[in-house]
C-alpha cells in the first residue's frame, strides 16, 4: 500500500502513545491520532542479564557490519566493545520517552553522523527518505520519535553498527512495547538480497521477525499507513536475543530452500488489524448469536442503532465479546460495557479481565465505579447519600445466620433474598414467615460462596406500575420503560416472563433518577438505568443502579442512541 508521510510541519512530539487509532476528524499533529494508555514500561535489562542471553546465542553467527573500522569478531577486545556498545543501544531505545520508532530500508539519504559522511541507498522504492527523515529524526533523545540511527552511539568510530547491534535496539523497545512505523513496503526484494553474492534477509527482514515474533500485530493508520503495535505484553517482555536469532535461523533457512514460499508469506501476507475507537462489550453467546432467536436480534438491532450512531459521528466501533481472548484490546480507544449479561457467572474472571484492559483501553463506565456497582453493597453506600431503598439487611460470605432468625429480626411480612452479585433475578427468593425455613439450606450453601442479602417485599411490583425503569446518560434522563411480573410471578425481567411497556416518566421519577446517579462516588456515570417501586405511601425507592451493562431498552426511544453516542463521543474528547 502507498504510504503517506505525515507534513513535517506538523508538531511529531506526542504525550502517550501505544496504539494507533484513527482520526475523528483533521488532526493537527500525529499525537492527536496515536493515542492510548497502553504503553507501561517494561523492566529494562540488567548489564549481567544481557550478557547472560548474548552468551547463549550462536557465537559463530554472522555479524555483519554497517561502515566504521571493522576488527576480526575473534578479538577478545572488540567483542567486548562490541557486547558493550549493543547494550548501550538497548538500553537507550527502551526509553518510555520514546513514543514511535521506524524501521525500513533507507533510500537515497546522505548524513553526517559522528562527523563522518553517512551514505544509505539500498532501494529506489518508497522508504526512509529525506521526507521521513526530517519527520522523524529526532537528533537527540530528547526527541519522542526517532530510527535507530538517532540513537547515542549508533555507529561508534570504532567498528560500526551491526545487525547485532540492530537486533538490540529491537528489543529494546520492544521491551518497552513502544509502536513502530514501518517506512517502507513489505514486497520480496525489501526482505530479502538476491542479487548479491551471498543471499540473505535484510535489516528490514530481521526487524520485521522482531516484531511478528514477540507479539506484535500489523494495524493500517489513517496517516502513516502501517505500524505495528503490542498487543501481547507478556510475549514483548519476555523477547530474548537468543529466541531472536534462533527465529531468524529458521526464517533464513527456509528463505534459502527449494521452496521459499512460507517464508516470504511470513512478511507479506500479514493482514492488518483495524484499530477502533469504540468497541461495544457483549456475552461471548451474543457476539454472534442465532439471529432466529427474538432476543437475540432485538438485541443486535438496539446495539446496531448505537453503532450506526457512533459511525455517524466518525467513530469506528464494533462489538466483540469481553472475553473474546484473540482480540487485542489496546487497539481500541474505549470498550463500553454492553451486553455481558454472563459476568456475575463469571465473577472473578471478569474481574481479572477488568484488571488487564484498564491497562490497555478506556473502559465505560471507568473501572472504579463499575467495580462498586458489581455489589450490590452499593445501595448501603447510596442511602448514606440520601437515596431512599427498600429496607435491607446483608449476609455476608461465610456467615453462620439462620435466615428464620434474621428474617424475624427484621419484622417484614415478606423479604427477597437475593445474591449481592447477581443478574437476571439469578438465586432471587420470595420468603415469608411460612416459607422462610424452606430456604435455610439454600442460604448456607449460597454463603459458601458469596455475600446475600435480605430485602423488604414491596407490594407495589405486584401492580400494574410494576417496576419503572429510567434510563440516565450524561447525567439527564432520556426515557423510561416499566416492567411487569407475569401473573403469580414477583420477578419483572423477561426472562421469568415479565414483560416490558412504554412509559412516561414522571417529575418526581425523573428528579429521583437523575438524583441517584448524581449520588454515585468518583464522578457522574456515562451510562445507567435506575429501577424504582413506590412504597405504601407512594414514595419513590431505588430497587437497583444498574452501571455495568444495563439493558438500556433504545428500542421505546430510539432517539436515545444518538445521545449514548454523543456522549461517548465527548467522553473520547476527554481522554
Not at 355 to 365: A, F, I, Q, R, Y
Request: proline share 5%; hydrophobic share 40%.
Amino acid at each position: 500500500m502507498m504510504r503517506r508521510v505525515p507534513d513535517r510541519k506538523k508538531s511529531l512530539l506526542i504525550d502517550s502513545m501505544a496504539c494507533p487509532s484513527p482520526p475523528v476528524s483533521e488532526c493537527d499533529s500525529v499525537g492527536e491520532i496515536l493515542q492510548s494508555p497502553c504503553n507501561t514500561a517494561a523492566k529494562v535489562m540488567t548489564y549481567e542479564k544481557f550478557m547472560k542471553d548474548w552468551s547463549l546465542c550462536d557465537p559463530n553467527f554472522v555479524i555483519e557490519f554497517q561502515g566504521g573500522h571493522i576488527i576480526g569478531s575473534d578479538d577478545d577486545a572488540f567483542a567486548r566493545l562490541h557486547k558493550k556498545h549493543s547494550y548501550e543501544v538497548y538500553k537507550a531505545s527502551a526509553q518510555p520517552a520514546l513514543k514511535l520508532l521506524v524501521i525500513g530500508r533507507f533510500k537515497n539519504i546522505i548524513y553526517t553522523l559522528n562527523k563522518i559522511p553517512k551514505v544509505r541507498a539500498e532501494i529506489q522504492g518508497p522508504g526512509i527518505d529525506l521526507d521521513v527523515w526530517n519527520n522523524f529524526s529526532g537528533g537527540s533523545m530528547n526527541a519522542s520519535i526517532i530510527t535507530g540511527m538517532d540513537l547515542p552511539m549508533a555507529e561508534s568510530k570504532e567498528f560500526g553498527w551491526s545487525s547485532k547491534t540492530n537486533d538490540c535496539y529491537m528489543l529494546g523497545a520492544i521491551h518497552n512495547f513502544i509502536p513502530f512505523y514501518v517506512a517502507s513496503p513489505r514486497v520480496l526484494e525489501n526482505i530479502y538480497n538476491a542479487d548479491q553474492g551471498q543471499k540473505r534477509l535484510t535489516t528490514f527482514a530481521r526487524e520485521l521477525i522482531g516484531l511478528i515474533r514477540f507479539g506484535y500485530r500489523l494495524c493500517t493508520h489513517d496517516t502513516l499507513g502501517e505500524v505495528f503495535v503490542c498487543v501481547d505484553k507478556e510475549a514483548a517482555a519476555k523477547a530474548t536475543l537468543l529466541d531472536y536469532e534462533t527465529e531468524f535461523k529458521r526464517l533464513d533457512t527456509l528463505m534459502k530452500s527449494s521452496d521459499p514460499t512460507e517464508a516470504i508469506q511470513y512478511f507479506t501476507d500479514l493482514e492488518p488489524m483495524v484499530p477502533y475507537d469504540v468497541i461495544l462489550l457483549t456475552a461471548a453467546e451474543y457476539e454472534k448469536p442465532d439471529e432466529a432467536n427474538w432476543f437475540a436480534k432485538q438485541l443486535l438491532c438496539e446495539e446496531q442503532w448505537l453503532l450506526d450512531a457512533l459511525q455517524k459521528r466518525g467513530l469506528r466501533a464494533a462489538r466483540i465479546a469481553w472475553s473474546n481472548a484473540s482480540f487485542p484490546w489496546c487497539l481500541t480507544r474505549s470498550a463500553v460495557l454492553r451486553s455481558t449479561w454472563d459476568y456475575f457467572d463469571r465473577f472473578k474472571e471478569f474481574s481479572s479481565w477488568m484488571d488487564s484492559v484498564e491497562e490497555k483501553t478506556k473502559l465505560l463506565n471507568p473501572p472504579g465505579l463499575v467495580r462498586w456497582n458489581l455489589d450490590k453493597h452499593y445501595l448501603r453506600d447510596l442511602e448514606k447519600r440520601g437515596i431512599k431503598i427498600p429496607p435491607t439487611a446483608y449476609i455476608e460470605q461465610g456467615q453462620k445466620v439462620s435466615l428464620h432468625d434474621v428474617f424475624v429480626a427484621c419484622a417484614w411480612t415478606e423479604a427477597v433474598l437475593k445474591p449481592t452479585v447477581s443478574g437476571a433475578a439469578r438465586h432471587t427468593y420470595r420468603v415469608n414467615a411460612a416459607t422462610v425455613s424452606e430456604h435455610e439450606s439454600i442460604l448456607s450453601e449460597l454463603l459458601r460462596d458469596e455475600a446475600m442479602m435480605l430485602q423488604q417485599f414491596i407490594p407495589s411490583v405486584l401492580t400494574e406500575r410494576g417496576e419503572v425503569s429510567l434510563i440516565v446518560i450524561g447525567g439527564y434522563c432520556t426515557h423510561a420503560v416499566r416492567k411487569v411480573a407475569k401473573p403469580g410471578d414477583f420477578r419483572v425481567q423477561d426472562d421469568h416472563g415479565g414483560t416490558v411497556h412504554a412509559h412516561t416518566p414522571t417529575h418526581d421519577e425523573i428528579a429521583f433518577a437523575e438524583k441517584a446517579v448524581a449520588a454515585c462516588p468518583q464522578q457522574v456515570p456515562l451510562y445507567g438505568r435506575v429501577d424504582t417501586v413506590r412504597d405504601e405511601f407512594g414514595g419513590l425507592l431505588l430497587m437497583e443502579l444498574e452501571l455495568v451493562e444495563p439493558e438500556l431498552f433504545f428500542r421505546f426511544h430510539p432517539p436515545a442512541a444518538e445521545a449514548f453516542a454523543t456522549a461517548i463521543a465527548e467522553a473520547l474528547q476527554r481522554i
